[in-house]
Structures are given as structure tokens and as C-alpha cells.
């Protein structure tokens, strides 16, 4: 038998088992799925737990059992990762050792407060972050009680994973205490070490818009140093100080140690991937997908999606002697919750940034792009049951309205030109 592993059983992990257990011939094939965690948790949830909003009020509203959906031919082994001694082709884990012909790393990335001073030290006190489920289960109650002053939702550096949810986030703020009558009483600040409230430049300018008319305030450029949670406040290296009564921290992101400590990483536990092929860079037959990749384009569900579609064909190649292919284009896509029931979308890749238009059908949608409406929060809302049943399941390749490869039908043309001049 020859081995496939794939570490790590979140989105990317599940996605690849469910697609490879489907390609390859299980008689000659073991796929072998590893991870430490207990749990599937369904990320893009942790945005609604804090507000007790739209059905998600407790663990189970986002959480599964880890190996809940990993196909039956594949083999799960709950295990911590230790090493991938890649000159040997063997991963070392806490339950013993793995030999592979083939490694994807699906290891995701995670949240480290304690890499900002004093941030560790005011969690739980007036410090919360949505990032973990634990994190988004301890906001409840605080924000319920939360009678008026000042919110500050800070982004301590980038990468983070899902790049919007922190936007989201201040504007389901503003819903939230707009719905308790006491927004005149509270102030919100969205404060970020990036020029705006997002990476891309026209996508900024419209949540912008939206901030403004919601009167959230946005406070840009600010690299934090470190936070006092006793006198609350925080602080950036450039001087500036930003106080608040209840601190939404998104802490740093960081990729996993395995990943460094193996010698493949970026020094900030990022796998070295190449950006079209996702081939892992200082090591053979080995691919990354999703969040533990250092590809420039955003760490989301769909991304990992996405990437797995064109791991799975490049590992199959491989194994034919043919050389993997540069087919992804960087394309991500994602539901923009603004509140009251609405909801934009961004559909863009490593050369296009987000447009205006109709998505996925050219002037039909029905969903539109980096446009606020009800039928794209239905969309959010139903990402859910299509994550669990068919995403994971790896349903989806081959689906017209999710294309691997970002589709330029719908989209508004010009903007392209405007944005090059
Ligand atoms: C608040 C929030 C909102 C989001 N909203 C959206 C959204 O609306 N749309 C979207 O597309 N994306 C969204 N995302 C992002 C999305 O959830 C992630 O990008 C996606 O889950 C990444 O998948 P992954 O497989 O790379 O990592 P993960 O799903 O995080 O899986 C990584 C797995 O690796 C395991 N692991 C790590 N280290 C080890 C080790 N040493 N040994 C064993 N196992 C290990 C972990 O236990 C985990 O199960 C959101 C994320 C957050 C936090």
C-alpha cells in the first residue's frame, strides 16, 4: 500500500480526504487524515456567537466532532503533529510515526495574544476576541451587559485569517446596540495597521462608506505596541494611544510551529508554497493548503476550497510523472455581513480585486457584488448547511456556481480599466 497523509482535519484537510478518497484506488491507497483537536468547528459562526444572533448561541450551533465528516475509506488518527522528517518521507506525531508518498499540510493557523505586550494578561477582564470559539462564547454575556462607552475592535498585524470578519464585526456591533436602543450611547472604532478598513483599494472605499454612515469610526495605520487592560487602553509604536471600555482584539495570527520547526515555514510558521501550483518549496511531494500556506491571497474556507480542487489534480499528475500544474489563480470569495439582514459579496483573485456586478450568473446573480442586499445575507446564512454538506464532502468541484478559477462573467469591466489608471 502507499500512503497519502494529511495533516490537520479542518477545511482543507476534510476537503482534500473527501476528494482524494474519490480519486485515487483505495487498494493500492491509504489516506490517513491526522489531528489533535476534538472538534470541526464551522469559523465563519464565531462572527455571529458573540451576538446570540440568527440561531447561533452555543457550541453546537458551530462545532462537530473532528472526524465527523471524513470520508469512511480514509483513516483517522487523533494525534499532535510533531515533526514531517521530509528527507525520509515520515511525519512524527505523539501516537507514532506516519511514512507517506504523498503530505498535504492542512494545518491551519491560530491566534497568539501573547505576542502583543499586556494582551494575554486583560483576556476574559475587558479584552475578548471572536477568533476561537471559546473567545466568541465569552463576548455573550459583556456585550449583553454592555450598557454604553467606547467598543474598540483592533487588528493587531496581517495576515489574519478571514480579512473582512473584523469589519463585519463592528458592523453587527452597531445592529446589535442599534436594536437595544442604547447606540447613541455607545461609540465604535475599528482600529487597524492597514490604510483602510480592507486590503484592496475599491473594496475599501465601499466599506468605508458603510462605516461612515453607521458612524463607526476608523482609525487606520495603527501598528500596536501593547495594551493596558488596567487603564484600557492601547498603544502603537508610532505614539498613539486609543481608549476603550471593551477591547475586540484580533490577536496575531500565527502559522503552525510544526511547520517551522521541520524547516519548511517562512519563519512565521507559513509552509513556502508556490503561489499557482501550491507545491510546498523546500521539500518534495509535498502540498499546503488553506490557512498554513503563505500565499498571497486571503485565508478563508473558500480559498482552502478552492486550492484543494487544484492540490488534488497536481498530486494526481505527480503520481502519473507529469509535473504539477500553475492553476490557481488566488481566487477567494465571501459574504460581507453589514447588519440589519444585509450582506456584500467579494469575489476576486491575485490580479483582480474585488468588482462591482452580479454573481454567479452575468446580470442575473442573484447575488451582487460589493453591494448590500438581502439575498447575500441569505447567502451568508446558508453557507452553513452548504459548508457541512457539501463543501466538506468535496460536492462541489465541477459546480458552475463555484468556480474553481475565479469567472469574470457578472463583473463590471470598466472598473478594471478605471483601476489601472
Ligand atoms: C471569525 C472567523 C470568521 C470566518 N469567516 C469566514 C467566512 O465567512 N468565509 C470563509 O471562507 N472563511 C471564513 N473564515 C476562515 C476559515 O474558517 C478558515 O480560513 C478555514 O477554516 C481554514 O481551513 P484550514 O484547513 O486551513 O484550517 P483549519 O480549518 O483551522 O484546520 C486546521 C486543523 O489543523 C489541526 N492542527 C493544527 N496543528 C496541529 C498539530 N500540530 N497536530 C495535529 N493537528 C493540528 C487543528 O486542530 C485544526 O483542526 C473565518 C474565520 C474566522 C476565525
Known sequence: MKNLVILGAGTGGTVLASLMTRKLDMKQW???????????CYQPGLLFLPFNLYG?????????PINHSIPS???????EIKLIDHENKRVETSEGNFDYDFLVLALGCTVDPSEVEGMAEGM???IFTFYTLEGALSMQEPLEMFEGGRIVLNIAEMPIKCPVAPIEFV?????FFQNKNIRDKVTIDFVTPLTGAFTKPVATSVLSEIAEQKNIGIIPNFQ???VDHEKKVIKSYGGESVEYDLLVAIPPNTGPDVIEESGLGNGLGYAVTDDHTLKVKKAERIYAVGDNTNVPTSKAGSVAHFEAEVIAENIMREMEGKEPLP?????SNCFIESGFHKALLFDFNYEVEPLKGS???GGIGPFSLLKESYINHLGKLAFKHIYWNLLLPALLPGDPLLPGKMSMAGKELEKIVENLH
Not at 171 to 175: G, I, N, R, W
Not at 327 to 331: K, L, N, R, S
Open 359 to 361: 454573481y454567479p450568473l
Open 56 to 64: 447561533y448561541n452555543d457550541k453546537r450551533d458551530v462545532a462537530k
Open 30 to 40: 491509504c489516506v490517513t487524515v491526522i489531528d489533535k483537536g476534538f472538534i470541526h
Open 124 to 126: 476574559g477582564r475587558n
Open 327 to 331: 492553476e490557481f489563480d488566488g481566487h
Open 171 to 175: 458592523f453587527l456591533a452597531d445592529y
Open 224 to 226: 500596536i505596541s501593547e
Open 73 to 79: 475509506e480514509a483513516q483517522f488518527v487523533s494525534a
